[in-house]
T-cell receptor
Framework: DTAVSQTPKYLVTQMGNDKSIKCEQN?????MYWYKQDSKKFLKIMFS???????INETVPNRFSPKSPDKAHLNLHINSLELGDSAVYFC???????????????FGEGSWLTVV | AQSVTQLGSHVSVSEGALVLLRCNYS??????LFWYVQYPNQGLQLLLK??????LVKGINGFEAEFKKSETSFHLTKPSAHMSDAAEYFC???????????FGQGTRLTINP
């Protein structure tokens, strides 16, 4: 069973469109994340949710809107797509964001978004 | 704020040779340190992590890393490289109470036959 699964894996779309990427984790974790990997492979956090509540928003344009219907799901909706949004988007989860121990963050397989 | 620097964006070794990927971190409090591997067109997989206790940490696929507080380093090593080790490797840091992982810029490992 895939622990963190996200769909679609590949997405090619035109500028100006609106698209969503879905993410689900079956690990029973409380915290979920979206990370963005740019063309130079640099990974940066975008959002984090803990028990459906937003706790991190890293200066991401408001065209990006995460939604967490329950703690097992964190979807990413992107409005008015721009060329610069082309990247790989990774969903991830961890047991507890506030934990003092070094809880592992588990990543999904990634969603390759290409805006043309 | 914590940060991570990986020395060398690209490392190339021969099959059977020692692999050494360097990672230095900056943190004002004791860190938790991680190495992730990303194979082409795939997601990130945890190789190993240091939280507390023994400073030499063993991971999957024969990799290990040593936490050296005095040098603020967490270098990744493998005694003998295999062709299947070719991938992108990311060092990451997280501090107690911090809400996120901060990644280094990654090191691409190439294995020459």
């Amino acid at each position: 069973d895939t622990a963190v699964s996200q769909t679609p894996k590949y997405l090619v779309t035109q500028m100006g469109n609106d698209k969503s990427i879905k993410c689900e984790q079956n690990l029973g974790h409380d915290t979920m994340y979206w990370y963005k990997q740019d063309s130079k492979k640099f990974l940066k956090i975008m959002f984090s949710y803990n028990n459906k509540e937003l706790i991190i928003n890293e200066t991401v344009p408001n065209r990006f809107s995460p939604k967490s219907p329950d703690k097992a799901h964190l979807n990413l909706h992107i409005n008015s797509l721009e060329l610069g949004d082309s990247a790989v988007y990774f969903c991830a989860s961890s047991q507890d964001v506030w934990a003092l121990s070094g809880n592992t963050i588990y990543f999904g397989e990634g969603s390759w978004l290409t805006v043309v | 704020a914590q940060s991570v620097t990986q020395l060398g964006s690209h490392v190339s070794v021969s099959e059977g040779a020692l692999v050494l990927l360097r990672c230095n971190y900056s943190s004002s409090v004791p860190p938790y340190l991680f190495w992730y591997v990303q194979y082409p067109n795939q997601g990130l997989q945890l190789l190993l992590k240091y939280t507390t206790g023994a400073t030499l940490v063993k991971g999957i696929n024969g990799f290990e890393a040593e936490f050296k507080k005095s040098e603020t380093s967490f270098h990744l090593t493998k005694p003998s490289a295999h062709m299947s080790d070719a991938a992108e490797y990311f060092c990451a840091v997280r501090v107690q109470g911090a809400q996120k992982l901060v990644f280094g810029q990654g090191t691409r490992l190439t294995i020459n036959p």
